[in-house]
């Protein structure tokens, strides 16, 4: 095998990396030189210095990422053109800024995914280019021209070759990027428009992650400058696949994307607590939204008949009685505002009504004339009742201001509107929030809404004061600009100019030039805003979302920008809807596409054989995705009186193994296995790093170790309301091994 065309790229690589160098240096230099600026200029200036870190740091951000397989791939083409392709894009320092390596989501590098003997797109080569750190270790030759004799030497036979040494590598417990290898199909899914819900379903080890993360790299390229002011929300099943699938956009040089969980998507509230698996069913129904509704209507009070509210006042107890506070109640929900902006409306018809009440008291004629008081007597009056708290005491208990936190922990306290077996599964009297109440608590909040004019009057204020000072900064400026002339004529030369920018920065421009801006990222400003509208948003594991949740999420869309990630056959939740017609046709009815990624590359055949007969068990015409590989290795079943003791030490037998292991058990197994396995990574967010992690089937979705045990299976299927799927879900998150051990 010749070494002359290794030696050629690794000079090239050489000399693609010094410019890599080169960049970042430049790009360091110029963030220490902002950050070195003293913050005690102008506002404009540290505004200036403020974008300057921000444009440089995200510029240092793909410099990183460049770091690791900054070159993976070469495109020789038919018409002379060739191109190295990598993980960013990289130009020359010259005039004409000649690219030395493109961008893997470029245009001109689809042929790199998509180009074949019988279709090659132009192509006469490519070349697949390995890397360790910065040196060549191999090259792969695919020749697409046949026409062309030239060989290098490097010609595989195999044109799979580059994909199943990378699908056969040792796990690290961090999932890695796919840009080498990005096949066909997944490419056709990654450049998919933007616009509009693209639902992506396939398998267990079809890739679906993968292609959904690299979807959000190329959709962040493709439209930085929408998405960048929007940001991209990613929303993953639990914390440990967070972990999991971190570092994979920072590595592609992104970092202006949002992860969550769905317990994470109400700002300010932390999920921790955990609901029954009836109680997590009855809150994602979304009948709950109708009952909420209607526990709102129930804090709209009005006085029963016969027993008004009576307010003590200096002129006489003042009544609210069931006339007048169910005309209140009437005109406040006309309006069609949620409840907490209703209640002014509420509140001002209240007091109307009191003022005129008090003015027949204290005006009327006792002779039957009109009333001695006049319009500006009665607000004066109606001014007096606004300022008494005894009023406002009375008011609150029949239209209280709520806020969603306490409204629902008052609900969830005496749950309404329910069919008792419903309500007593959600009952709580205090107690942790649960990933099952953030969406209760989004869709309190749409319905009482924030009252924020009292913020909003002291934000008012305070322009106005900045306004003022800016117009005390701007009368300073044009009286000591007048007193720099010696004399009126050479005044009566200038002073139109003057006059002419002193009008053309008006005082309210010149205060909005100096406010404070917010320098936050838009994923930052996003976690921190519940009624952000995101550019787009990835879901992963979909059909494990509530109706609930779904209703959460559309709110976050509202121009419905989506891509779905799932497979209904792996639904676990008990709330999960599962199929993607009922999560759908509330929001976009039928206006959304379908496709379906076949090809399973992370499982053996060996191991998807066990999985499979486990869902033909319950539907006997079940086909999962086809694997690619085999690795010869038959999983092994063993039936014990100690399942705890057997997985100790089946897991101590494969110490010696490369990658890493999952323990997958039921919940209840846990504690016992974590005792036996005092090394292993376990909780609510193990390190998926460590050699041994211990996992429930919920835990494990989307992740993929090198091999794995599964404990008790018959215990999982038995355990959850979907429990065959959280065993098909155990079972195939396997590369290499698979081990069962059953309890006796």
């Known amino acids: 095998m010749s070494t002359e065309p290794i030696r050629e790229e690794q000079k090239f690589i050489t000399s693609l990396y010094a410019r890599l160098d080169d960049l970042r240096d430049r790009a360091e230099a110029a963030v220490g030189d902002a950050l070195r600026t003293p913050g005690t200029g102008s506002a404009q200036s540290r505004l200036e210095r403020d974008i300057m870190v921000a444009e440089q740091s995200g510029l240092l951000a793909a410099f990183n990422a460049g770091e690791t397989g900054l070159c993976f791939g070469r495109l020789v083409f038919r018409d002379g053109r060739d191109h190295h392709i990598g993980r ?396 720099e002339f010696e004399d009126k004529e050479e005044l009566d030369e200038d002073a139109s100019e003057v006059l002419s920018a002193h009008d053309i920065i008006d005082a309210e421009r010149f205060a909005e030039r100096h406010e404070e801006a917010d320098h936050r990222t838009a994923a930052e400003r996003a976690a921190a805003d519940r009624t952000w509208a995101f550019g787009h948003i990835i879901v992963d594991e979909a059909q494990e979302l509530s109706a609930m949740q779904w209703r959460l999420l559309m709110r976050r869309s509202p121009t419905r920008s989506m891509t779905l990630v799932g497979d209904p056959a792996q639904t676990g939740d008990p709330a999960g809807v599962g199929a993607w017609d009922a999560i759908l046709a509330p929001y976009v009815q039928d206006r959304w596409q379908h496709v379906r990624l076949g090809v399973n590359y992370r499982t053996p055949a060996e191991i998807m054989a066990v999985a499979a007969a486990v869902r033909r068990a319950d539907d006997p015409h079940f086909e999962p995705p086809g694997s690619v590989r085999s690795t010869g290795v038959e999983p092994w079943d063993r039936t014990v009186e100690d399942p705890v003791k057997e997985t100790a030490d089946a897991v101590a037998a494969e110490r010696g193994a490369e990658g890493r292991l999952a323990v997958i058990a039921p919940p209840e197994l846990l504690p016992a296995l974590a005792a036996a396995l005092p090394d292993a990574a376990h909780g609510p967010a193990p390190d998926l790093t460590r050699p041994v992690v211990l996992l429930d089937p919920r835990q494990a979705k989307g992740l993929e170790f090198d091999t794995v045990l599964v404990v008790d299976p018959d215990g999982i299927r038995a355990g959850a309301p979907h429990g065959t799927n959280d065993l098909y879900v155990a079972l195939t998150r396997a590369t290499q091994r698979l081990g069962i051990v059953r309890r006796a």
Not at 144 to 154: Q, V, W
Not at 172 to 182: C, E, F, L, N
Not at 415 to 436: K, V, Y
């Open 88 to 483: 960013i894009g990289l130009r020359e320092d010259d005039p004409q800024r000649t690219p030395l390596v493109v961008d893997w989501r470029a245009d001109v590098a689809r042929p790199f995914y998509l180009a074949t003997g019988h279709e090659p797109m132009g192509l006469t080569r490519r070349r697949h280019i390995t890397t360790k750190g910065r040196e060549v270790v191999s090259l792969h030759d695919e020749v697409l021209d046949l026409a062309d004799r030239t060989r290098s030497g490097h010609e595989g036979r195999d044109a799979d070759e580059v994909l199943l040494a990378a699908l056969d590598a040792a796990r690290t417990g961090r999932m890695h990027d796919i840009v080498q290898t990005i096949q066909a199909e997944q490419d056709a899914i990654i450049r998919s428009p933007h616009t509009g819900v693209l639902v992506v379903e396939g398998g267990p080890g079809t890739g679906k992650t993968a292609v959904a993360l690299h979807r959000a790299a190329y959709l962040l390229y493709a439209h930085r400058d929408q998405l960048a002011r929007r940001a991209v929300l990613i929303v993953g099943p639990n914390p440990a696949f967070l972990g999991y699938i971190g570092n994979v956009l920072p590595s592609l040089g992104e970092t202006g994307v949002l992860l969550a969980t769905p317990g994470e998507l109400y700002p300010g509230v932390r999920a921790t607590g955990t609901d029954t698996p009836r109680a997590a069913a009855v809150k994602g129904d979304a009948r709950m939204a109708a009952a909420l509704a209607e526990a709102v209507r129930d804090r709209q009070q009005v006085p029963e008949r016969g027993a008004p509210l009576v307010v003590p006042h200096e002129d006489g107890d003042l009544v609210i009685d069931w006339d007048m506070a169910l005309e209140a109640r009437h005109k406040a929900r006309e309006t069609a505002l949620p409840h907490n902006l209703a209640r002014p409306y509420f509140v001002f018809r209240i007091l109307d009504a009191l003022a005129a009440q008090l003015a027949d008291r204290i005006g009327a004629d006792p002779y039957g004339g009109p009333n001695f008081l006049g319009p500006d007597d009665i607000a004066l009056l109606a001014k007096g009742i606004a300022a008494n708290p005894d009023v406002h005491a009375a008011i609150d208990t029949l239209w209280p201001e709520l806020t969603p936190e306490d409204f629902l922990a008052d609900y969830l306290a005496e749950p309404t509107h329910l069919p008792e077996e419903d309500a007593a599964a959600i009952r709580r009297d205090g107690g942790a929030w649960t990933p099952g109440d953030v969406p209760l608590l989004d869709e309190a909040a749409e319905l009482l809404g924030r009252d924020d004019s009292a913020e909003r009057a002291a934000q008012e204020a305070e322009r106005q004061r900045q306004v003022q000072y800016a117009q005390g900064v701007l009368d300073v400026s044009f009286a000591s600009r007048t007193y």
